[in-house]
């Protein structure tokens, strides 16, 4: 594990999360003590999670809090006044046609996208190599149990991908579609992140198994689709590093 690694998965932790028995936390905070530049961001990063929380802390909450919310308040019959019927009726069809012209846009905007554009959305999620991840595990099984609970994009591992060890995933919502992120640990240093979304969320996704290299803002990605789920393997390890895995 080295420093970014590290991160990635120090990162998802909660202040609750330090007493485990999860290895790849262990070896994170292992590092941690032998890596001076890393302690000293880890514990920039704890001070500014201890302070938000304890700041949530201090807002009060009423003491009726629970008695007000048991006890609602009483509905009263309105009877509008006959001029007002006529406004409610016209500010009803008002409402109408915005929620039409808003359904429409949503539509447009989550309809399926090229493979530059789904692209360009899900790489600033990986937050230059340390993205929020909800959950870490090294069990390749346990992850994907994770993503089917949520109904999230669980597709097949290349068998390069498959010997590597995982160190988390997340799943997002991107322009409407459902996408999941799997992270990896490589072997010679560095991580490599695999999106999977629904082949029809891509509307120029190959229909063969054999990828597409590109390099796309700064990261060595790879793109293919199996027919059922389109894949974007992503690292800054350089190209050569995702042909390993291919």
Known sequence: MDKREAKVVLQALRPNDLNTSEPL??????????????????EAQQSFDFKVA????????????RDTILAGRKIKQFTPPPNLSAWLAAAAVVAILCLAGTLRQIYVTTGPLPETEYAAAVLPLLNHD?????????????????????????GSLTPGLTVLQTIGCQKFAVHGHTVSLVCFSLL?????????VEQDAISDAQE??????N?????????????RMSYLLA??????ALKQLL
Request: cysteine-free; proline content about 8%.
């Open 208 to 213: 063969n198994h054999s990828p597409e290299f």
């Open 130 to 154: 340390a993205p929020s991840l909800a959950m870490t595990s090294a069990d390749h099984d346990k992850i994907m149990a994770w993503l089917k609970e949520r109904n999230a994009p669980a």
């Open 188 to 196: 010679g240093g560095g991580v490599a992140h695999l999106f999977m």
């Open 235 to 240: 690292t800054q390890a350089g190209p050569e």
């Open 215 to 227: 390099q796309v803002q700064g990261w060595s990605t790879a793109a293919w689709s199996d027919g």
């Open 54 to 65: 304890s700041k949530l802390k201090e807002v009060p909450l009423p003491a009726d809090l």
């Open 25 to 42: 936390i262990i070896q994170a905070l292992i590092l941690v003590e032998n890596d001076p530049e890393l302690k000293a961001w880890w």
